[in-house]
């Protein structure tokens, strides 16, 4: 009875330091309470898997990155969306995109026509950059040197505003 008097102490010397830990990883009040409520329930609820002479607030912190990292990983797998599409031009495009107008969709069906149109040498490292991929990243995976993805890239948008200039 002893030691579950002072594990739950100890918990609750921690609370105001989980706290600020649990803000620096979500930059929110209500979801760091949120993840410092899941982190001493989760606690309690594994009591009985700590060891008395390992690093109590070790152990308490290591849980409540566990399960930012968790929820993390769960909140980006509910927000992946599965294109279809053929071309994937729906893939990256945000939910105020216009699609759902028909001058919208026309707009987007014409870029994508342009971009494809480019040579393979421009394409795809600016289809890669639209994607998301970062520069270094674009020319880790193309084996080529900084400078001609940053060039490629930037010749591909001069393109584009020159073929699509009309939707300024």
């Known amino acids: 009875m002893k030691t579950k008097q002072s594990f739950e102490q100890r918990l609750v010397g ?3 330091n989980l706290l600020n830990f649990a803000y620096q990883l979500t930059s929110s009040r209500e979801e760091a309470e949120d993840l410092l409520q899941d982190t001493t329930l989760k606690a309690l609820d594994n009591e009985d898997k700590y060891v008395d002479n ?3 607030k070790g152990w308490i912190f290591t849980i409540m990155r566990n ?3 968790n929820n993390y990983r769960q909140s980006v797998r509910q927000a992946t969306v599965v294109d279809k599409t053929e071309d994937l031009y729906l893939l990256n495009i945000s939910q105020d995109s216009g699609l759902n107008t ?6 987007v069906r014409e870029i994508s026509e342009a971009v494809n149109a480019f040579s393979d040498e421009y394409r795809i490292p600016f289809n890669m950059y639209v994607a998301g991929y970062k520069y270094h990243e674009i020319a880790d995976k193309l084996s080529l040197p900084l ?3 940053k060039s490629r890239i930037f010749f591909a948008r001069k393109k584009l505003r020159a073929e699509l200039g009309d939707y300024r």
Do not use: D, H, M, R
């Not at 028909?102 to 707009?107: L, R, V």
């Open 147 to 149: 400078g001609t993805i």
């Open 54 to 56: 390992v690093n109590f």
């Open 14 to 16: 921690l609370q105001a």
């Open 102 to 107: 028909p001058e919208g969709s026309y707009a």
């Open 67 to 69: 399960i930012f990292i």
